[in-house]
């Protein structure tokens, strides 16, 4: 019997980067300007969208400067208005830092109000949503707003309304949440542009090595010096 995952997945992939490229190159250009210019690159995803900041954030190959928003009720209050602005009160964002927000359907008011806070502090903010999901559902912070209306770049995980993509048959839903899956890919692609930009502009791009490789860990602590002031703090 077909396995239809590898097949999907294929065919996504083939989506985001038809028409993600210039979305990606205007998120990495932030991610460069940030970096070059002493900021930090800070992610942000209730519930199950934070394994997209995870990808992001403190891990080999990516960038030093980077940090998870960890909201302490873990996105339990997702979709109660107020929860992200009283946090955001706490939270270290800074001018020149890029927050990304990850939220499937962009709707609830908590990532909403990270990224209207993190605004008002003086980042930018680049948004992972689905606009075909976004776009048909009505949003549920009192403004109206929806993430990718926050947003200064948006990048499209090309995913159906509700996650899950494929039919089983005797299944009366569909299975197989896949925002996860694009979500990494489209990290990863500005990751590795910002990193490109960086070098062409004569700077060094500051990447973690693997802690499991010999001196990995001596080399990540060396680099990591000049920005404990910002990586350990709400």
Known sequence: MENKVFNYVETLLAKVKESEQENIEAAARLFAESIISGGIIQAFGAGHSNAGALELTHRAGGFIPTKNIKEPA?????????????FMKK?????NDVVVVISNSGRNPLPIEIALGS?????????????????????????????????????DNKIPTGD???????????????????TAILMQAVTYRAAQIMVSR??????????????GREYNERLEKQYLERLYRI
Do not use: W
């Open 119 to 155: 605004k008002e502090k003086g980042a930018k903010i680049v948004a992972v949503t689905s606009l075909e999901a976004s776009r048909g559902l009505s949003g549920r912070h009192s403004s109206g707003l929806r993430l990718f209306e926050v947003a200064d770049v948006v990048l």
């Open 164 to 182: 899950s993509c494929l039919d089983v048959e005797g299944v009366d839903t569909k299975v197989c949440g896949m925002s996860t899956i694009t």
């Open 74 to 86: 873990g996105g339990a209050y997702e979709v109660v208005e107020g929860v992200g602005a009283a």
């Open 91 to 95: 939270v270290d964002v800074r001018e």
């Open 202 to 215: 004569g700077y060094q791009p500051p990447v973690y090595k693997s802690q499991n490789i010999d001196g």
